[in-house]
T-cell receptor
């Protein structure tokens, strides 16, 4: 079946512009995660959704970052007034999200964001 | 919240040797311990996981051991091959946080 998809695959923007990144999870997966990965670095957690709710927003780096999820499926990560330090690969992952059952995360291919 | 420490940050071994990566965690309530492998330019993928009701799990050349008392778990790769070269990440629950990652290089 279809895996996690993300769009765009690459995004180049100018400093100060807003960008919107999209994640399409595996059908039926209620849990969705956003991560940021700078070149050669680890997986920095940004936000977690269970359904449309975000019980854990602790990783959002600043108030320029926001995310939403509608219909329990597609999620968008918005970065306002982008800065050069926002340049990174943004990864999305989804899992079944069954209550009380930890499960495999399936990652998307990522969006490579470059802020000039 | 949960804090996961992963060591070493880099590991270089000769083909055929074993590799061991260790993670420690802080939350005694953690009960799920996955390991992900990320090859260069690719997305992370689960390679093995263990739940807190067992102490060891094996899948061919890879194994994970868990010591709940000491709050640490380890990934063991035997008979390493060049295709094992990648970055490996651990976690102590589904989702974040992940450990800092270990870059494994297997020299032919």
């Amino acid at each position: 079946g279809a895996g996690v998809s993300q769009s765009p695959s690459n995004k180049v923007t100018e400093k100060g512009k807003d960008v919107e990144l999209r994640c399409d999870p595996i059908s039926g997966h209620t849990a969705l995660y956003w991560y940021r990965q700078s070149l050669g670095q680890g997986l920095e957690f940004l936000i977690y959704f269970q359904g449309n709710s975000a019980p854990d927003k602790s990783g959002l780096p600043s108030d320029r970052f926001s995310a939403e999820r509608t219909g329990g499926s597609v999620s968008t990560l918005t970065i306002q007034r982008t800065q050069q330090e926002d340049s990174a690969v943004y990864l999305c992952a989804s899992s079944t999200g069954l209550a009380g059952v930890a499960d495999t995360q399936y990652f998307g291919p990522g969006t490579r964001l470059t802020v000039l | 919240g949960e804090n996961v420490e992963q060591h070493p940050s880099t590991l270089s071994v000769q083909e055929g040797d074993s590799a061991v990566i260790k993670c420690t965690y802080s939350d005694s309530a953690s009960n799920y311990f996955p390991w992900y492998k990320q090859e260069l330019g690719k997305r992370p993928q689960l390679i093995i996981d263990i739940r807190s009701n067992v102490g060891e799990k094996k899948d061919q050349r890879i194994a994970v051991t868990l010591n709940k008392t000491a709050k640490h778990f380890s990934l063991h790769i035997t008979e390493t091959q060049p295709e094992d070269s990648a970055v490996y990440f651990c976690a102590a629950r589904e989702g974040a946080p992940f450990g800092q990652g270990t870059t494994l290089q297997v020299k032919p």
